[in-house]
């Protein structure tokens, strides 16, 4: 049996440090971000709702050119955040009746829920960056939200854009996880 750090080294390994769904993310929410400027409020928002479907097909081909393990990844560590991904599309069910019946908070909820599998992901990779990601995009969310209500599709994915694209340089940049020698498993979980 592999211990928790063994796990978290060996998904690290697989995943190729995890950049493409976040790269999917960011090339969508930009593209969002174009049309929340051309479009009309509504249709924008519509907009935002069919584009971020496109990012989990996007960042498989994305992984695949990579050498992503992204759904093929057996780790225990992986499922988990599989599980995190399909929690965070549960959220349609909110979603969708905001879209019919309160288009306004749209950006507001898929922004936010969008990105709260940030913090599992951070607690496998043993690292503070999604934590720091779901955090800020939350708080700038809610800010713009507030802030720019006649274009709050595209304040909404300036701020996704933002945090995206700081979280891609931190993944980027933080060392690989290496395995706990045997016996300090414990102490480092």
């Known amino acids: ?12 390994k697989r995943a190729r440090r995890s950049l493409s769904l976040p790269a999917a993310g960011l090339l969508v929410w930009c593209v969002v971000g174009v049309l ?5 409020p509504r249709a924008a928002t519509f907009a935002l709702v069919f584009a971020t479907g496109a990012i989990f097909p996007l960042a498989m081909g994305i992984a695949r050119l990579r050498g992503e393990q992204l759904i093929e990844n057996t780790n225990p ?10 929690m965070v599309n549960l959220l349609w069910a909110v979603h969708i009746p905001l879209l019919m019946h309160a288009p306004r908070f749209v950006p507001l909820s898929l922004g936010i829920g969008l990105g709260l599998h940030w913090m599992v992901y ?5 690292h503070p960056l999604g934590y720091r990601h779901a ?3 939350t708080i700038g969310l809610l800010a713009v939200w507030f802030a720019f209500p006649a274009h709050a599709v595209t304040a909404s994915a300036a701020v996704v854009v933002a945090a995206y694209a700081i ?10 996880i290496v395995a706990a020698a045997p016996g300090l498993d414990s102490a480092r979980a």
Not at 1 to 12: P, V
Not at 77 to 86: E, S
Not at 167 to 176: D, F, I, S, W
């Open 1 to 12: 049996m592999q211990t928790l750090a063994q796990l978290r080294e060996d998904f690290d």
């Open 36 to 40: 929340g400027m051309i479009l009309p």
């Open 77 to 86: 560590l992986a499922k988990l955040m599989f599980v995190c991904v399909v």
């Open 122 to 126: 951070s607690w496998i990779i043993a």
């Open 135 to 137: 955090v800020l995009r």
């Open 167 to 176: 979280t891609l340089l931190e993944m980027r940049a933080r060392p690989g």
